[in-house]
């Protein structure tokens, strides 16, 4: 089992920087693939950002250039840094862990934070 839990939304002007945190506990950290997602109101979740065991990236189109995710294996932390950030960026972000065990993909889900950017 793994538990996430986020921090560090809030409300921040256009332009403006934020650094989401992701902390895991339970069962081991490194073999998981990392990801950041985001959902707005009345929209679908949709992916931020994602990390793999091997530090591969992949980003969405809309926050590339934008923002950067990373992780600290020692800490269990995943973050994702948001610079330049504009209104269209306001949504819950959601921490997410995947792997696959050899029988079904674990998939895990942090509880959300908020991020606001306005004026």
């Known amino acids: 089992q793994v538990q996430l839990v986020e921090s560090g939304g809030g409300l921040v002007q256009p332009g403006g920087s934020l650094r989401l945190s992701c902390a895991a506990s339970?069962?081991?950290?490194?073999?998981?693939?990392l990801a950041w997602y985001r959902q707005a109101s009345g929209k679908q979740r949709e992916l931020v950002a994602r990390?793999?065991?091997?530090?591969?990236?992949n980003y969405a189109d809309s926050v590339k250039g934008r923002f950067t995710i990373s992780r600290d294996n020692a800490k269990n932390t995943v973050y994702l840094q948001t610079n330049s950030l504009k209104p269209e960026d306001t949504a819950v972000y959601y921490c997410?862990?995947?792997?696959?065990?050899?029988?079904?993909?674990?998939?895990?889900w942090g509880q959300g934070a908020q991020v606001t950017v306005s004026s």
């Open positions: 990390i793999s065991s091997d530090n591969s990236t």
């Open positions: 339970g069962r081991i950290f490194n073999s998981y693939v």
């Open positions: 997410n862990a995947n792997k696959w065990n050899g029988m079904r993909v674990l998939n895990y």
